[in-house]
Every structure is written in structure tokens, then in C-alpha cells.
């Protein structure tokens, strides 16, 4: 059985709002603590059960894993249509006589 378990996470690769919505995700089966030293962030995960199994806790760490990276890809998709939903939002919610279709 497992009391805790850590996970080293590479701030360079994992901004701190990424790692931020995956600590949350997990913080309803998990009380987390976050320790920052340089470039490296340690999560360590102490169960809201009193134990987990070993099984358990590798699932933990690959849903953890990828949990990561969903939520940087999602990141890097808002990053680079960002200027598209700007455009589009005013384009919504101006007066349509405003814009003049170009064809």
C-alpha cells in the first residue's frame, strides 16, 4: 500500500497554470503539496484514502502525465487562436453595418 507519492514536473516544459489545473483536477482524491526548486516542481500526491495500491498509484501517475499534457496542448491552442476569437467575438457582437464584405 502507498501512504504518498511524488511526481517531478519540468517547469520549462509545464507553466505554472498548466500545472495548476492538473493539481485541481486531481485535488478531489488527492491533498497535494507543491515544492519549487529551480526548474523542477515536486507534486507530491497524499491520498484522500488512507492507502492506494501500487496499481493504483501508477494509474495515478500516467493520468497524471497525460493530464499535463492535455492541458498544454490546450494552452498552445489558445495561444495561437487567441487573435481569431478576438476577431470573431467583435465581428458577433458589433452592428453588422459596421463591416463591409469584401468578396
Do not use: C, G
Not at 495561444?79 to 468578396?103: C, G, H, P, S
Amino acid at each position: 500500500m502507498v501512504q504518498s507519492f511524488s511526481i517531478e514536473v519540468n517547469r520549462n516544459v509545464y507553466d505554472d497554470v498548466v500545472i495548476s489545473q492538473v493539481v485541481y483536477w486531481h485535488s478531489d482524491d488527492f491533498v497535494i503539496t507543491r515544492n519549487v526548486n529551480d526548474n523542477t516542481e515536486t507534486i507530491t500526491l497524499h491520498p484522500r484514502d488512507i492507502h492506494i495500491t501500487n496499481e493504483e498509484k501508477e494509474r495515478v501517475l500516467q493520468q497524471f502525465q497525460q493530464d499535463l499534457n492535455d492541458f498544454k496542448l490546450r494552452q498552445i491552442v489558445a495561444q495561437e487562436t487567441k487573435d481569431i476569437r478576438t476577431i470573431l467575438y467583435i465581428k458577433a457582437f458589433a452592428n453588422n453595418d459596421d463591416f463591409v464584405d469584401y468578396e
